[in-house]
Structure formats: structure tokens, C-alpha cells
């Protein structure tokens, strides 16, 4: 069980993390430092200090990012790509097991609203189709949740018209070309690199995204065919669309010991491309939690898992997503039902 800190000015703090039970390992990154640049082993070995000063373990990077040039296939993304390795063997040597990434062009995790109300007047994020097709993406005011905010008007002008040349099979190629420079890397270091898939899994603003369904990943696991080419495998992300079947592509990638992490939380949707962020509980959302950890729990899972966007509630105000006590109360809900798991298959023997 582990939980997402984003550093010294999170206002959850690695002492309230420590308090939640079953809590154990810390998922961060060094968040200072530009994409595409070297993580000094010094400043990795400092953040695990920090974290296991506070009686937590650090394993788990989300996220080393990808620079743009090697999604763009660009003449510079060599360079970017030595810069990448360097770093993973810099994190290897500290101990780090999994690394998360994701390969989502311009864009990470799109929301159309983080305070969304719910019924019971908590507070949470929401994609609504409509809100996004009004958007013009070059207007000065225009920031959307998960959004890179460091792009002025004017880059992001220059950005899409790069993309505006590459289609899903140029990204496919890119991304190969990225998989088959660093997995062996990885594979020598013993890290898993755990791609996370696109969220939400369609293209935005005719951007491609191609970590979407099952048929893509499959394709995906197949470039390098190794468990250190894995998966961090978000049940919202590719939760949110009733195309995907969750607990069955849960369990086959676990079977095939191909996920590495796993981002467990829950969100409802509609059949038009909407949907919003819930509790964990089964039944406030429209995904089956539970037999989610039972596919992982049959096919004995040992990786690492964390409780992903929380609602805010109880009048707690920060990070949209990431509060502590939503976060809490989901990590609380996933340890009660592996421990039911466990026991029940105890008592079978």
C-alpha cells in the first residue's frame, strides 16, 4: 500500500501519511527539476531520507516524464533518451523498483471541473464532453485540471502545429523507439517502467492517445516483451468509458505479470462521454471494486497500489484530487477487502 506525496510543501504531510494503517511506502518524484534533465543520484538519495526519516519506504517514482521531443520523434530526443537512462540508473541504485511515466502528447490527466458537487456536498473531479468541445485551446484564460500550466499561448500554438503531424501510428513508432532504447536499461537495473494509460482514453483536441483499451495495450506489452515494460494500470483512467472491462483486463494483465502499480479509484459514467470522480465504494460508482482486488488477488499480485484521486470533503481545501482524508478512507477500503481476501483463502486451505 503506498500513497502519492508531492514533496516538502504538501500540505499532507509524511507524518499524516504514516498514520493511516497499512500505510507503507511513499510514490513522489523530484519535481523541481526540468523535463529532460538528469535526476542527480545526491537529490534522489536526499528524498529517500527524507521519507524513511518519517518510517516509510521509498520504491516508487510517478513520474519520471517523457520530454515532448521524444513523443515528437525529433532529431534532439537522443539526447533526451540518454538523459532518461542516466536518471534510471541513478534511481535503480537508491533502490527504486517501479517507475511511472506516461506518454499522453501535451497534456496529462484532462478534467472539465475539480469541484463538481456530489449529493452528499462533497466535492470532486468531473469530465463533461460538452464543457470541452467549448474550449479554445489558445485562449489566454484556458487552464484545465492536469494540464502542463507552464505553456504560454504562444507554445502551445507552436506545439499543436508539431503535432499536427503526428498521427496514432507515428506515435506508436515514437513510443517504440523510447521502449526499445530504455526497457533494457530498466531490465539491467531492475526497475519496471509502468506506463500509465491515457486519461481519458481518447484523443483531446485531435491529439492522439493510444494507451486507451485492451487492444492497444496488448500491442503495447508486445513491443518489448518483458515484465520490466509493464503497466501502472488506473482503473478510473481506463474505467471511465463502459468500452473497457475492467476486472477482466485486470485480471489478464496481472496473469501475465505485467502490472507493476496500480492506481485503484472509482468514477461513474454515462454512455456520452462524461463521467465524474466517486468514493471507492463499489456502489457510489461504476466499477466493482471488489472484484477488482479479487482478479489481482487470484492472480497473486504483489505489487504496489495506491488510492488514486480522493474527493474533498469534510471542508478540506488543496491539491484537487489529492486531500488526505478521501485518499485515506479509499486506502482503508482496499486493505479491508485484501485482508477479507486473505483470510478467505486461508480459511479454504
Same mark, same amino acid.
Given at each position: 500500500?503506498?500513497?502519492?506525496?508531492?514533496?516538502?510543501?504538501?500540505?499532507? =504531510?509524511?507524518?499524516?501519511?504514516?498514520?493511516?494503517?497499512?500505510?507503507?511506502?511513499?510514490?513522489?518524484?523530484?519535481?523541481? %527539476?526540468?523535463?529532460?534533465?538528469?535526476?542527480?543520484?545526491?537529490? #534522489?538519495?536526499?528524498?529517500?531520507?527524507?521519507?524513511?526519516?518519517?518510517?516509510?519506504?521509498?520504491?516508487?517514482?510517478?513520474?519520471?516524464?517523457?520530454?515532448?521531443?521524444?513523443?515528437? *520523434?525529433?532529431? =534532439?530526443?537522443?539526447?533526451?533518451?540518454?538523459?532518461?537512462?542516466?536518471?534510471?540508473?541513478?534511481?535503480?541504485?537508491? *533502490?527504486?523498483?517501479?517507475?511511472?511515466?506516461?506518454?499522453?502528447?501535451?497534456? !496529462?490527466?484532462?478534467?472539465? =471541473?475539480?469541484?463538481?458537487?456530489?449529493? !452528499?456536498?462533497?466535492?470532486?473531479?468531473?469530465?463533461?464532453?460538452?464543457?470541452?468541445?467549448?474550449?479554445?485551446?489558445? !485562449?489566454? !484564460?484556458?487552464?484545465?485540471?492536469?494540464?502542463?500550466?507552464?505553456?504560454?499561448?504562444? $507554445?502551445?500554438?507552436?506545439?499543436?502545429?508539431?503535432?499536427?503531424?503526428?498521427?496514432?501510428?507515428? &506515435?506508436?513508432?515514437?513510443?517504440?523507439?523510447?521502449?526499445?532504447? %530504455?526497457?533494457?536499461?530498466?531490465?539491467?537495473?531492475?526497475?519496471?517502467?509502468?506506463?500509465?494509460?491515457? $486519461?481519458?482514453?481518447?484523443? #483531446?483536441?485531435?491529439?492522439?492517445?493510444? #494507451?486507451?483499451?485492451?487492444?492497444?495495450?496488448?500491442?503495447?506489452?508486445?513491443?518489448?516483451?518483458?515484465?520490466?515494460?509493464?503497466?501502472?494500470?488506473?482503473?478510473? @483512467?481506463?474505467?471511465?468509458?463502459?468500452?473497457? $472491462?475492467?476486472? @477482466?483486463?485486470?485480471?489478464?494483465?496481472?496473469?501475465?505479470?505485467?502490472?507493476?502499480?496500480?492506481? &485503484?479509484?472509482?468514477?461513474?459514467?454515462?454512455?456520452?462521454?462524461?463521467?465524474?470522480?466517486?468514493?471507492?465504494?463499489? @456502489? $457510489?460508482?461504476?466499477?466493482?471494486?471488489?472484484?477488482?482486488?479479487?482478479?489481482?488477488?487470484?492472480?497473486?499480485?504483489?505489487?504496489?497500489?495506491?488510492?488514486?484521486?480522493?474527493?474533498?470533503?469534510?471542508?478540506?481545501?488543496?491539491?484537487?484530487?489529492?486531500?488526505?482524508?478521501?485518499?485515506?478512507?479509499?486506502?482503508?477500503?482496499?486493505?479491508? #477487502?485484501?485482508?477479507?481476501?486473505?483470510?478467505?483463502?486461508?480459511?479454504?486451505?
Amino acid at each position: 500500500m503506498s500513497f502519492r506525496w508531492y514533496g516538502a510543501n504538501d500540505q499532507v =504531510t509524511l507524518e499524516k501519511i504514516r498514520q493511516i494503517p497499512g500505510m507503507q511506502v511513499i510514490v513522489t518524484a523530484i519535481y523541481d %527539476v526540468p523535463v529532460g534533465q538528469v535526476w542527480e543520484y545526491e537529490r #534522489i538519495l536526499a528524498l529517500k531520507k527524507q521519507i524513511e526519516d518519517a518510517g516509510l519506504r521509498f520504491e516508487v517514482v510517478e513520474s519520471l516524464p517523457v520530454h515532448e521531443d521524444i513523443k515528437l *520523434g525529433l532529431p =534532439t530526443r537522443d539526447k533526451y533518451i540518454e538523459n532518461y537512462i542516466k536518471s534510471l540508473h541513478n534511481l535503480a541504485k537508491a *533502490g527504486i523498483k517501479v517507475v511511472c511515466y506516461n506518454f499522453m502528447p501535451v497534456f !496529462d490527466w484532462t478534467r472539465t =471541473t475539480v469541484e463538481y458537487p456530489l449529493k !452528499d456536498h462533497s466535492k470532486t473531479l468531473a469530465y463533461f464532453k460538452k464543457d470541452l468541445e467549448n474550449i479554445n485551446v489558445y !485562449d489566454d !484564460d484556458v487552464s484545465l485540471p492536469g494540464w502542463d500550466t507552464s505553456y504560454k499561448k504562444e $507554445d502551445l500554438r507552436h506545439i499543436f502545429e508539431q503535432y499536427s503531424h503526428i498521427d496514432e501510428e507515428s &506515435l506508436w513508432s515514437n513510443l517504440a523507439y523510447f521502449l526499445r532504447a %530504455v526497457v533494457p536499461e530498466a531490465e539491467k537495473s531492475g526497475i519496471k517502467m509502468a506506463i500509465h494509460p491515457d $486519461d481519458p482514453p481518447w484523443n #483531446i483536441f485531435g491529439l492522439c492517445r493510444i #494507451i486507451t483499451c485492451e487492444k492497444n495495450i496488448d500491442r503495447f506489452l508486445k513491443i518489448v516483451d518483458s515484465e520490466s515494460n509493464s503497466l501502472t494500470f488506473c482503473t478510473g @483512467s481506463l474505467g471511465c468509458t463502459p468500452d473497457n $472491462d475492467i476486472v @477482466s483486463m485486470v485480471r489478464k494483465y496481472s496473469a501475465q505479470k505485467r502490472i507493476a502499480f496500480v492506481h &485503484l479509484r472509482n468514477v461513474k459514467f454515462d454512455n456520452d462521454g462524461n463521467f465524474y470522480e466517486t468514493s471507492h465504494l463499489s @456502489s $457510489d460508482g461504476s466499477l466493482d471494486m471488489v472484484a477488482i482486488l479479487k482478479a489481482l488477488h487470484d492472480t497473486g499480485f504483489d505489487g504496489y497500489c495506491r488510492p488514486d484521486h480522493g474527493r474533498m470533503i469534510w471542508g478540506e481545501t488543496g491539491r484537487p484530487g489529492y486531500g488526505l482524508y478521501d485518499r485515506a478512507l479509499g486506502a482503508c477500503y482496499i486493505n479491508g #477487502i485484501w485482508e477479507t481476501l486473505e483470510k478467505e483463502k486461508c480459511s479454504s486451505h
